[in-house]
Nanobody, 123 residues
């Protein structure tokens, strides 16, 4: 049974930073491509960032490139999302997920999902 638990969300002012964590059990983050997605109110869930288990290649949505960084700690079996220069457009529930097959940016490519953590950016 794979379980993913996100944490680190909260309320932050525009321009601030947050680091989200995704603690995994039942599957090693060191051998699985992992992804972060987000869903804002009234919008579709969208890809944010992904990290490959081979060579630690990283992938980002254009909207977060240069501001967000995905990383992992295999000893802690945890994936992180460092978010800097946050703006109101980043307000959403953030989810981590384990990749199964297919495009790294497609929701359908992921098989297990966490429950999400809320990020709210206020001006």
């Amino acid at each position: 049974q794979v379980q993913l638990v996100e944490s680190g969300g909260g309320l932050v002012q525009t321009g601030g930073s947050l680091r989200l964590s995704c603690a995994a059990s039942g599957r090693s983050v060191g051998t699985t491509r992992m992804g972060w997605f987000r869903q804002a109110p009234g919008k579709e869930r969208e890809f944010v960032a992904g990290i490959s288990w081979i060579g630690s290649s990283t992938y980002y949505a254009d909207s977060v490139k240069g501001r967000f960084t995905i990383s992992r700690d295999t000893d802690k079996n945890t994936v992180y999302l460092q978010m800097n220069s946050l703006g109101s457009e980043d307000t959403a529930v953030y989810y981590c997920a384990t990749h199964q097959a297919g495009s790294v940016s497609s929701q359908g490519s992921y098989d297990y999902w966490g429950q999400g953590t809320q990020v709210t950016v206020s001006s």
